[in-house]
T-cell receptor, first 116, second 109 residues
């Protein structure tokens, strides 16, 4: 089955530690995205990538880093510089970053990160 | 900047109809999406509108008026499993999505 996987579903870390969240897709999509979801707020874009070895900052990139070495994978690192890292993190992918109906974004199951 | 507004909560009875409104003010417009999200799960795609009018898909329909910056999602014959959060998202001139905060719909027996 084609889809997007994120692991783990729940993650606990101590304050001051970096943590990497994984995102893998086998949909052959070029574009991938990372969002953060907090209660009472809309999804906010952290980083996105349109193609391998290229990525762009979203609206709230400070304290985060990403890499895109393979088309299928787009890991997100939450660094100690991120002031409020506890949140639900969602990865998404689309065929492309464009204006077509086929460029719909599809989401992974999410990782709930809690920093103690 | 992007501004997308939708009601926070709505409650309806099983078998009834509920309409979730979404108004937006964005820099450019390249389509509007509705997603359904059950608690703790991923958002799942429901509908896409880029031209004015109504798109129907089974029990769910979505309407768009670009001149008014307005959309609604209509849920008919409500079922208990429809209890979820419904997210309105607009694709702007840069082709990125901006999301509203979501509307939590509770279906009561």
């Amino acid at each position: 089955d084609g889809g997007i996987t994120q692991s783990p579903k729940y993650l606990f870390r101590k304050e001051g530690q970096n943590v990497t969240l994984s995102c893998e897709q086998n949909l052959n999509h070029d574009a991938m995205y990372w969002y953060r979801q907090d209660p009472g707020q809309g999804l906010r874009l952290i980083y996105y990538s349109q193609i391998v070895n290229d990525f762009q900052k979203g609206d709230i990139a400070e304290g985060y880093s990403v890499s895109r070495e393979k088309k299928e994978s787009f890991p997100l690192t939450v660094t100690s510089a991120q002031k409020n890292p506890t949140a639900f993190y969602l990865c998404a992918s689309s065929i492309d970053l464009g204006g077509r109906a086929s460029d719909t974004q599809y989401f992974g199951p999410g990782t709930r990160l809690t920093v103690l | 900047g992007q501004n997308i507004d939708q009601p926070t909560e709505m409650t309806a009875t099983e078998g009834a109809i509920v309409q979730i409104n979404c108004t937006y003010q964005t820099s450019g417009f390249n389509g509007l999406f509705w997603y359904q999200q059950h608690a703790g799960e991923a958002p799942t795609f429901l509908s896409y509108n880029v031209l004015d009018g109504l798109e129907e898909k089974g029990r769910f329909s979505s309407f768009l008026s670009r001149s008014k910056g307005y959309s609604y999602l209509l849920l008919k014959e409500l079922q208990m499993k429809d209890s979820a959060s419904y997210l309105c998202a607009v694709r702007g001139a840069d082709y990125k999505l901006s999301f509203g905060a979501g509307t939590t719909v509770t279906v009561r027996a």
